[in-house]
T-cell receptor, first 115, second 105 residues
Framework: EPEVTQTPSHQVTQMGQEVILRCVPI?????FYWYRQILGQKVEFLVS????????KSEIFDDQFSVERPDGSNFTLKIRSTKLEDSAMYFC?????????????FGNGTRLTVT | KNEVEQSPQNLTAQEGEFITINCSYS?????LHWLQQHPGGGIVSLFM???GKKKHGRLIATINIQEKHSSLHITASHPRDSAVYIC???????FGTGTRLQVFP
């Protein structure tokens, strides 16, 4: 069964550094999402992406964050200048249709640790 | 007020018990998802619902669009069902806070 893959599985970085988290969604899916989960807290929506542009973003997704689909397969989340509070598990997800239609597929996540 | 509320937050059960987890939401939606997050952190989709009821093995999910409420039922619960169960709604897939289920043998 096709799956969403995320790399790296764990990233450690120093405060102020830029990080890029990578995701390869399922190939025929059209909608892509990034979520984060701070340890012990609920999963929070960051951003959704469709047709090569952001369709929605949350308050968390400020100017320090950006997303790209550079080559038609990868879907990246960049944090320009990491802060300690960015430490979390970041999940990528993809879905075939609009309005949340269709099975939702998640990657295994990237654990980001900012020191 | 959260847009997606789940109850209970924590649930313990003996193996074999019937489990119900509830999800209420305030936003208009076209679909609702039930997800399972295992202790290792991975998230798996269980159901996508837009109306009525779906069944998969021992899991049953129902939704009432008019009342903005959905339930997830687990029949004959088993220790391997122990996980966090999350409902997610709307185009942004807003997550509920999750229900932590522990099933003891």
């Amino acid at each position: 069964e096709p799956e969403v893959t995320q790399t790296p599985s764990h990233q450690v970085t120093q405060m102020g550094q830029e990080v890029i988290l990578r995701c390869v969604p399922i190939s025929n899916h059209l909608y892509f999402y990034w979520y984060r989960q701070i340890l012990g807290q609920k999963v929070e929506f960051l951003v959704s992406f469709y047709n090569n542009e952001i369709s929605e973003k949350s308050e968390i997704f400020d100017d320090q964050f950006s997303v790209e689909r550079p080559d038609g397969s990868n879907f990246t989340l960049k944090i320009r200048s990491t802060k300690l509070e960015d430490s979390a598990m970041y999940f990528c997800a993809s879905i075939l249709g609009t309005g949340g239609q269709g099975p939702l597929h998640f990657g295994n996540g990237t654990r980001l640790t900012v020191t | 007020k959260n847009e997606v509320e789940q109850s209970p937050q924590n649930l313990t059960a003996q193996e074999g018990e019937f489990i119900t987890i509830n999800c209420s939401y305030s936003v208009g939606i076209s679909a609702l998802h039930w997800l399972q997050q295992h202790p290792g952190g991975g998230i798996v989709s269980l159901f996508m619902l837009s109306s009525g009821k779906k069944k998969h093995g021992r899991l049953i999910a129902t939704i009432n669009i008019q009342e903005k409420h959905s339930s997830l039922h687990i029949t004959a619960s088993h220790p391997r069902d122990s996980a966090v169960y999350i409902c997610a709604v709307g185009d942004k897939l807003i997550f509920g806070t999750g229900t932590r289920l522990q099933v003891f043998p």
